[in-house]
């Protein structure tokens, strides 16, 4: 095809696109000068989408096109090229979340079907062109648009790629765990509770008895909208879009007292302890220790609270 030195074969891999020119026409399909060591072998299932009967329907002999190597026989020195264009994505990169461009290739009623270079379109749901209502597909997009799409779901099964225009949340609520740490911002207080944002696409909300280990009568006592908070998830209900989380049981360092309000134990409460250990010490013994420790819990959840408090206060001044 060319005065050029000829291409090696041990320089073409798979995918790789070339120009060529027909040389002849077969039953099984034709031969292609792809400027290679040697001539490109095209079988008819590989000169195009739909199913070709007649090779001399599609090329004809002298025709220049466009093929990709399909395969590499460096012992046989055979090289077979199609003119079918292989997929840019494979089953293994659509994985959820997924961001990439695409073409509008067909409009329906229900939605648009998008070219992503894939092994099939992909489906992006009338729900899913927009983050608000849309009347019709055609309100947002035309055939031959050039649109970001995310992917949803990939079923390599069922060759079924659904898509979305809408970007997705930062966080994916189908990944939230109970007792998983994040940092939110209130967005909204109730009587209740507070809603906060932590990029899940859903607000979750903390319950006003998850505020604090003591009494808190309203949200507002503790904080206002727009606060940065830690929050802990409690439970979460995809199906349901609800993320329930709490201001308790944080780490340790959100609460850290004073060097000198440390919670160490007194000289009593050792001697008590070892007393405890001792065979023979009383039923009576153990119910005031016992009573005793649970005051002492009280009394530092009661400090750790004020100190809390004190910390959201300081910072809305």
């Known amino acids: 095809m060319s005065d050029h030195n000829p291409i090696a074969l041990t320089t073409l891999a798979p995918g790789q696109q070339l120009e ?25 299932s590989d000169l195009g989408q739909k199913q070709v009967t007649r090779v001399s329907a599609v090329l004809a002999e002298g025709q220049r096109v466009t093929v990709w190597v399909k395969r590499v026989d460096l012992a046989g020195g ?43 379109d992909g489906l992006v749901h009338i ?20 649109v970001t799409v995310w992917v949803k779901e990939a079923d390599r ?50 319950h006003v008895t998850e505020m604090g280990r003591g009494y808190v009568g309203s949200p507002s006592e503790i904080l206002s909208i727009g606060d940065d908070v830690q929050v802990r998830v409690v439970e979460v209900d995809p ?36 007393a405890m250990t001792i065979e023979g010490t009383s039923d009576e013994a153990r119910r005031r220790s016992t009573r005793r420790e649970k005051r002492q819990r009280q009394q530092r959840d009661r400090e750790q609270e004020e100190i809390l408090s004190r910390t959201l206060r300081d910072r809305r001044a």
């Open 157 to 206: 099964q069922s060759k079924r790629i659904s898509l979305s225009m809408v970007e997705p949340p930062a966080v994916d609520i189908r990944t939230l765990k109970a007792n998983l740490i994040l940092t939110g911002r209130v967005v909204r207080l109730e009587t209740f509770g507070a809603f906060v944002d932590i990029g899940a696409g859903r607000d979750g909300m903390i």
């Open 239 to 274: 199906r349901r879009g609800r993320i329930a989380l709490s201001m308790k049981d944080l780490p340790a360092e959100q609460f850290q007292p004073d060097e000198a309000e440390e919670d160490l134990p007194s000289s009593m409460e050792i001697a008590l302890r070892q």
């Open 127 to 146: 729900s899913e062109m927009g983050p608000g209502r849309v009347g019709k597909p055609s309100d947002v997009a035309k055939e031959g648009d050039v």
């Open 78 to 120: 055979q090289l077979s090229v199609t003119m079918v264009e292989p997929t840019r994505l494979s089953w293994a990169d659509l994985r959820p979340g997924l961001k990439t461009e695409g073409k509008v290739v067909r409009l329906e009623r229900f939605g648009a079907f998008v070219d992503i270079g894939a092994e099939t």
């Open 20 to 44: 060529g020119v027909v040389k002849r026409l077969s039953l099984s399909g034709a031969i292609v000068d792809v400027g290679a060591d040697v001539d490109g072998l095209l079988h008819v």
